[in-house]
């Protein structure tokens, strides 16, 4: 079974940084690019769940407009982790964060981490 854990959310004030992780494990044969898309989403209360960056095994990116030049997805295929540096954090990027992987065919979904951001 595959599981995606996440990390590094919290409290921050505007304009400060958070760096969340996702690490995939279990489940996971074969070289690390059996992985294909990674990504993050997030989702403020009452609001549907948006694609805030995603990152092939190859290493190209597509980041949102909405967090472009203030947040970085990077990834480790020896490790199965994608990282999302935030920097600049604004009252609106408050929501809940999760991680999502592509695998074969196959869907996966984090449990999700809060980002709060407080002026």
């Known amino acids: 079974q595959v599981q995606l854990v996440e990390s590094g959310g919290g409290l921050v004030q505007a304009g400060g940084s958070l760096r969340l992780s996702c690490a995939a494990s279990?489940?996971?044969?074969?070289?690390?690019?059996?992985?294909?898309?990674m990504a993050w989403y997030r989702q403020a209360p009452g609001m549907q769940r948006d694609l805030v960056a995603e990152i092939t095994s190859g290493g190209r990116t597509n980041v949102a407009d909405s967090v472009k030049g203030r947040f970085t997805i990077g990834r480790d295929n020896a490790k199965n982790t994608i990282y999302l540096q935030m920097n600049s954090l604004k009252l609106e990027d408050t929501a809940v964060y999760s991680c999502?992987?592509?695998?074969?065919?196959?869907?996966?979904w984090g449990q999700g981490t809060q980002v709060t951001v407080s002026s």
């Open positions: 279990g489940g996971i044969f074969g070289s690390s690019f059996s992985i294909n898309t």
């Open positions: 999502y992987a592509m695998i074969g065919t196959l869907s996966y």
